[in-house]
């Protein structure tokens, strides 16, 4: 897995992975953004989305047999996510936390409410 940072200040905007003979595109967390035929493009998705989707609501479900339902990310780091669970991120909204690792092994999911 390889970052991908912003050549103006250095932030991190995400991540790219080799995986299935396709790059994928990820936002910090490790949630899917996009997969692409090269490295350049999943580079280029997540330096021009991969931080502005952190403010867009992604779809969540908490294991394989559950109902998607729409929720807004709270907070984003290389090694976790923490989800309101709800459209909107409101005080006593309930709140999850998940590892990387718990995304990537399909665990749980989570992807882009497009």
Do not use: K
């Not at 991190?12 to 299935?20: E, K, N, P, R, S």
């Amino acid at each position: 897995m390889n970052e991908v940072r912003r050549p103006d200040d250095g932030e991190l905007c995400g991540h790219v992975l080799a995986a299935d003979g396709q790059w994928h595109a990820l936002a910090v967390f490790g949630g899917l953004l996009g997969t692409h035929d090269d490295e350049a493009a999943a580079a280029d998705q997540v330096r021009h989305e991969g931080l502005a989707s952190l403010a867009e609501r992604w779809q969540y479900r908490a294991d394989p047999t559950a109902e998607w339902q729409v929720v807004c990310i709270q907070e984003a780091a290389p090694q976790s996510v923490r989800l309101a669970l709800d459209y909107y991120s409101m005080p006593g909204v309930p709140t999850v936390t998940h590892s990387r690792e718990q995304l990537q092994s399909g665990e749980v999911a989570l992807r882009r409410d497009r």
